[in-house]
C-alpha cells in the first residue's frame, strides 16, 4: 500500500454521464438526511474496511458535503468522499459487488477530483490505496506513487488500531 498523487489542474474540465445515464445510474452529492442508508451501505459492502465508514460519515458532516454516491433505481451503488482521512486526501471510494465493471467507480474518482479542484486544491492524495487499486487510480486519473510512503510512514499511522 501507498499513497498516490493526483495533479488536480491536469483533469478534463467536465465528465460525460452519457453512459452512466443509459444504465440509470446517477452521480450526486450525498445528502446528509440518508447518511444512515449511506453508512449502513459502507458497512455492509466494505466490512474489511471498518474506517470507511467513519471517514464516510465525516465527509458527510462536512460543510459543504464531501461524498459523492452513485443511485440505480433509489438503490445506492457506490460511493466515493474526500477531505475525510485529512484536507486534501480523496478517499475511501467503493462500490457494491453487484455495480462493479460498469464504470461507476471511475466517474465517482472523478466527480469528487473535481469538486476537490473547485474548492482551490492543486493536488489530490489518494490514502493508502491497496495493490490492486494502483493500476485503476492511474488510468482515471494520472496518479502517480508517492515514494516511501508506506501506511507505517504516513497519516495512517496514528490509527489507534495501527502497530507498527
Same mark, same amino acid.
Given at each position: ?5 493526483? &495533479?488536480?489542474y491536469?483533469?478534463e474540465d467536465?465528465?460525460?454521464?452519457? $453512459?452512466?445515464k443509459?444504465?440509470?445510474?446517477v452521480?450526486k ?13 459502507? @458497512? ?7 474506517g470507511?465508514?467513519?471517514? *464516510?460519515e465525516?465527509a ?11 443511485? @440505480? $433505481?433509489k438503490?445506492?451503488?457506490?460511493? =466515493? *468522499? ?14 457494491? &459487488? @453487484? ?12 466527480r ?14 489518494i490514502?493508502w =490505496? =491497496?495493490?490492486n487499486a ?13 515514494g516511501d510512503s508506506?501506511? $507505517? ?8 488500531a495501527?502497530q507498527?
Amino acid at each position: 500500500m501507498a499513497d498516490l498523487l493526483v &495533479k488536480l489542474y491536469e483533469l478534463e474540465d467536465s465528465v460525460d454521464y452519457t $453512459e452512466l445515464k443509459k444504465q440509470n445510474i446517477v452521480i450526486k452529492k450525498a445528502f446528509i438526511g440518508d447518511k444512515s442508508a449511506i453508512l449502513d451501505f459502507v @458497512k455492509d459492502n466494505f466490512p474489511e474496511a471498518p474506517g470507511w465508514a467513519g471517514e *464516510c460519515e465525516y465527509a458527510l458532516l462536512n460543510n459543504p458535503v464531501s461524498c459523492f454516491i452513485a443511485v @440505480k $433505481e433509489k438503490n445506492l451503488a457506490g460511493f =466515493a *468522499c474526500y477531505d475525510a482521512t485529512a484536507r486534501g486526501f480523496f478517499g475511501p471510494l467503493g462500490v457494491g &459487488k @453487484k455495480f462493479r465493471k460498469g464504470g461507476i467507480g471511475r466517474y465517482l474518482l472523478k466527480r469528487a477530483l473535481l469538486s476537490m479542484r473547485e474548492l482551490g486544491y492543486a493536488y489530490a492524495v489518494i490514502g493508502w =490505496a =491497496a495493490e490492486n487499486a494502483l493500476e485503476f487510480y492511474r488510468k482515471a486519473a494520472g496518479a502517480v506513487i508517492i515514494g516511501d510512503s508506506p501506511p $507505517e510512514k504516513s497519516i495512517y499511522k496514528n490509527m489507534i488500531a495501527t502497530q507498527w
